[in-house]
């Protein structure tokens, strides 16, 4: 069984950037796949994108391709989001989570979840 703690939120001015950090406690991360996550205001919950254990990386929203950026630190035993040009459209919790295969995480079940780290975004 793995922890998730996510850290790094706050707010950002437009156009600016932040770096989301999502640290496993209790299990390596090379045993998953591990995505983020994010819900806005009264939307529904949207799949950022994601890094298998060998740290290829998949980003799904188009809303975000070519400005947030996911990786990983394995001595670390953390992944990590950067998110360059944000947005207020981008205000949202930002969650991490973790699964054993990519098609579970994509469908949003998995089992392990972190608390959620706050990004607000200022116009």
């Known amino acids: 069984q793995v922890q998730l703690v996510e850290s790094g939120g706050g707010l950002v001015q437009a156009g600016g950037s932040a770096r989301l950090a999502c640290a496993a406690i209790g299990r390596s991360l090379n045993d998953y796949v591990i995505g983020w996550f994010r819900q806005a205001p009264e939307k529904g919950r949207e799949f950022v994108g994601r890094?298998?254990?060998?740290?290829?990386?998949?980003v799904s929203a188009d809303s975000v391709k070519g400005r947030f950026t996911i990786s990983k630190d394995n001595a670390k035993n953390m992944v990590f989001l950067q998110m360059n040009s944000l947005k207020p459209e981008d205000t949202a919790v930002y969650y991490c989570?973790?699964?054993?295969?990519?098609?579970?995480?994509?469908?949003?079940?998995?089992?392990?979840w972190g608390q959620g780290t706050r990004v607000t975004v200022s116009s």
């Open positions: 989570a973790a699964a054993r295969s990519s098609s579970t995480l994509d469908h949003g079940t998995s089992d392990y």
């Open positions: 890094v298998n254990w060998i740290g290829t990386m998949a």
